[in-house]
DNA sequence: CTGAAGTGATAAACCGGTATAGCTCCTGCA
DNA sequence: TGCAGGAGCTATACCGGTTTATCACTTCAG
């Protein structure tokens, strides 16, 4: 027999496709004897449910959703996607949820992937990533009564369920350590201005700057591309009081303004300090090694399936969960500043 | 009404169920008028089919998964896999088939999968990348009788489907380039010698040795790991008759061993030359940026997409399919050897 | 004029589970 | 002795589609 059904099951062990059921599901309305018996005739058939029929008749398909709205050529080089995936997967798995993954080219294209997965029963609930001031996801979302969970930034009003960590706090610490150093020229390659996360951390340099006695702080905004990271870079080098040290907000722009600082003759870390706000092996093969915020993103992920999974139990619940705040791993991209 | 099911319709409409059925799976049995009723209600209604109940009825789910058994510390870092990614939901998007994504850690996880997915009907057919030598997934597949096709090398005698690029012609396109500039002292840092991939790779360095007078071509394996690389870069770089240009299996472990080149005084592509068997943003950030092996992934991923949905439709079907060759994109880590 | 074939539809079975109403015992208590 | 109540199980409806058997009716060939 190819793939046994309950009925099967049922037959072989004399009783009826609602015992076995209950049985199956550890539910009342079996004796123990009964139930150890239809146990154990499904385990030696190798049975497994039948996912369609069990979401069919429990309104639930034990799968979740996440969709990464970006050109697939910025993605990948991050591994920031790939360990947030395994942490997803580490936080499923224990229930046996799958993970439904889609990269779509924008949120026009990502608000209508939910709208499908929604109306076809595809997913149980869905992760948001990369979210952005007054982001349209949030209201489809709750127009579309699909559970998610934000993961690195607040869900709105009440609304959505989310897993954060702070980016304020994190790139104080940066800021505070360049400050130790002696730095009083810091400038910040930020990324894209409509990110939420890129304007907390636009505003954590801008509020620290008086506090620290910065000359200037500037933040730049980019699109988080090597290319624009190593222009901007090369905008700020080129000035007549050039930064001592550049805090970058992804490691792939801190890579390429490294690029840029040897092009120009710019030592790092003798005449410029740099630091990622994002690390990765990239940061490690570089040389000098760059100093960057580590953040523990498999465990992100694991939180944020945990808590996607308590909303889909009970869609009312509102989980603000804040992880583990990141580490700054100093390497050898960081020095005080030299004098003059 | 928020979801609107056949039956829905069919009161609407004034008919049954099942011509509601006929018409919107664009089967014959209702009339080109009521036909066109029926959708029309149906738009209006904005219906969708849910998928479990048009899973359990028609046994296909739409659904196709992909496993990766590599530690995430691993992944993310190639775009491979991003890229790879996009295509297959390019060729799958056509026919809204979604793809399941796991993240596993080793082959024997991966099986375990495969083995849940067909008993659950999860999935309708599967991807295999990273083809070994003996791959134990073949014959597991073929018991399971889950549609897959192959990525990256042949489904073994006849079994299953394939999707491939040429590595052999891919490699010697590297070696003769290498040999044209005045090369003669060749080496080769390779992956994981069970991959198929690898063992067709050292297999071309070795036979055109001869062909093109190379005084020495080893080639060395790894675990394709940075470290790896820089290792036995270290090793062939401490040589006293030292390789004058080295041939890297993957772009991480160019970029270390230009690291290691760098470190130990050694101008690239003035002492050594250095070439990228895979192309990605990491070969472009570098300074001098590296030589590379260019391959379509994904067009590669739309492509076995595509055999896949017809492996799926035809299960009797075998199908091997050879993509694009890949290019040679020459940078500046490539020249002449030096003269002494 | 009759029978065969074709068209456009319906009703009902079915896919493989879950949920529920109801039935049969058995036990305990008044 | 009678009856409430619970344990243990069965029968059946149901989820939302697909598929098949059947049927009424038209058309057309012989």
Redesign the interface.
């Known amino acids: 027999m190819a793939?046994p059904t309950i009925a099967d099951i049922a037959d072989r062990a004399g009783v009826s496709k609602g015992a076995v059921s209950f049985a199956l599901n550890g539910r009342p309305g079996v004796s123990d004897a009964t139930r150890a018996r239809i146990l154990q005739i499904a385990e030696q058939m190798?049975?497994?449910?039948?996912?369609?029929?069990r979401?069919?008749g429990a309104s639930r398909?034990d799968?979740v959703g996440l969709v990464i709205a970006r050109p697939?050529?910025t993605?990948?080089?991050?591994?920031?996607?790939?360990?947030l995936?395994?942490g997803l997967?580490s936080g499923l798995s224990a229930r046996?949820i799958?993970?439904?993954?889609?990269?779509v080219e924008n949120t026009a294209a990502e608000i209508e992937v939910y709208r499908?997965w929604a109306?076809?029963?595809?997913v149980d609930g869905v992760i948001l990533v990369d979210l952005t001031v007054k982001d349209p996801r949030i209201d489809a979302l709750r127009e579309l009564e699909l559970p998610a969970v934000v993961i690195g930034g607040r869900g709105g009003k009440g609304a959505l369920a989310s897993v954060w960590a702070d980016d304020r706090d994190a790139m104080l610490s940066i800021v505070d350590y360049l400050a130790a150093l002696g730095h009083r020229r810091i400038a910040h390659v930020a990324g894209t201005p409509n990110f939420q996360h890129t304007q907390r951390r636009i505003r954590a340099v801008r509020d620290a700057a008086p506090r620290l006695g910065l000359v200037d702080a500037p933040s730049l905004t980019t699109d988080f591309s090597?290319a624009e990271g190593a222009a901007t870079t090369r905008k700020l080098l080129s000035q007549a009081d050039r930064p001592t040290a550049i805090v970058y907000d992804s490691d792939?722009m801190a890579?390429?303004g490294l690029?840029v600082a040897?092009?120009m003759g710019v030592s790092v870390p003798g005449d410029l300090s740099i630091v990622a706000f994002d690390d990765?092996?990239?940061t490690?093969?570089?040389?000098p090694a760059l100093t960057a915020l580590s953040r523990d993103t498999?465990e992100f992920g694991r939180q944020a399936a945990e808590v996607l999974l308590e909303v889909v139990a009970d869609p009312a619940k509102v989980i603000n969960l804040r992880t583990a705040d990141p580490v700054l791993t100093v390497r050898e991209s960081t020095a005080p500043p030299a004098t003059h």
């Open positions: 793939r190798s049975w497994r449910p039948h996912s369609a029929a979401a069919l398909v799968s697939a050529r993605l990948g080089v991050e591994p920031f996607f790939a360990h995936l395994s997967q046996s799958s993970l439904q993954l889609l990269i499908r109306s076809e029963h595809r090597d792939v890579v390429a690029g040897m092009e990765s092996i990239l490690q093969l570089m040389h498999f």
